[in-house]
């Protein structure tokens, strides 16, 4: 039988890990004890069948993602403090991702294309957006903000910590997909480097919009006479063909990881792998016990309907 399609994201002193119908956080507290959260999960997908159509699934699950993240950010930040207090509130919540949204947008869509545009009117020759050459230094301007920004963040000492929690979620999933032992001495021996990982999958996102915007808005008519507003009603372009991107990386992503990124597949994905040399490190065992923890609950075959706190 194969393994249920699981996925993860480290937390603060912790990790996520979500099965297709379990959402589970376990967290370290400072008395050494880990706190285990099991929460019950129905995607859109599974409300409305539609959604989990290729290409359209992906947008759903990453929009679902960010939302489940930000909670189990704020539930192990709590329990790692351990602090009293409520989770993020939905209005919270909100404000919190659309500043985040709007920051990556600004950061890795509005900026590159600005920049783009001042260098296009700097260099010998010059060039505009209706060049195959603005899009091609847009693509690698955004490449450049992607490496430099992770490089940094993984400076900071407490970053490393859930770059190292990263690593354990990792080996978990590895472990748990190859039929392994779910235990430390086994996932231990297995890579941090996952074919279906975020950052791999953030990578593909550049990759494809780089193609896509070098390819197809050269040919796009002026939008505006303006200047300024044309370029304003380009970043908006840009940032709605966004969501088709996702879709399609989604798919590349999912697809690779299936082949277990052998042959082209191996290919396609190495850029990311590397780049998760970044953003993972190897964990200590008891990080990797977490990710365990988290993962045996998430895909256990018994379970309450009802919401969970367990302390092991």
Avoid at 57 to 82: D, H, N, W, Y
Avoid at 100 to 127: K, Q
Avoid at 290 to 306: F, G, W
Wanted: a neutral charge; charged letters at 15%.
């Amino acid at each position: 039988m194969n393994p249920a399609n699981v996925g993860g994201q480290a937390v603060i002193e912790g990790v996520m890990m979500k099965a297709p119908s379990r959402l589970c956080v376990a967290v370290r507290r400072p008395s050494g004890e880990i706190l285990v959260k099991n929460d019950p999960l129905r995607s859109l997908t599974s409300r409305w069948p539609m959604l989990a159509w290729p290409f359209l699934r992906g947008p759903v699950i990453l929009g679902e993602t960010l939302v489940q993240g930000m909670k189990a950010l704020s539930f192990s930040a709590q329990q790692a403090l351990e602090e009293e207090g409520e989770e993020l509130g939905s209005w919270a919540l909100l404000m919190t991702l659309v500043v985040a949204i709007a920051a990556g947008l600004g950061l890795f869509v509005a900026l590159p294309h600005l920049l783009s545009l001042a260098l296009g009117r700097v260099v010998p020759g010059g060039f505009g957006t209706d060049s195959f050459w603005f899009h091609a230094v847009d693509g690698l301007i955004k490449v450049a903000i992607f490496g430099a920004y992770l490089w940094l963040i993984s400076l900071m000492r407490d970053i490393r910590r859930v770059f190292e929690y990263h690593g354990a979620e990792h080996k978990a999933i590895y472990c748990y997909e190859s039929g392994g032992e779910l235990c430390v001495e086994a996932a231990r021996s297995y890579s941090r480097l996952h074919p279906r990982c975020g950052t791999a999958f953030l990578l593909v996102v550049l990759a494809v919009s780089i193609l896509v915007f070098a390819v197809a808005l050269p040919f796009l008519p002026r939008l505006a006479e303006s200047g300024w507003l044309n370029q304003a009603l380009l970043i908006g372009l840009k940032i709605v063909l966004m969501l088709p991107i996702a879709g399609v990386s989604y798919e590349i992503i999912r697809l690779a990881g299936k082949k277990q990124g052998q042959g082209f597949w191996g290919a396609l994905i190495w850029p990311g792998l590397q780049l998760q040399r970044l953003t993972t490190r190897e964990p200590s065992d008891d990080q990797i016990e977490i990710a365990l923890a988290a993962l045996k609950a998430a895909t256990a075959t018994a379970h309450d309907e009802e919401p969970s706190i367990c302390v092991l």
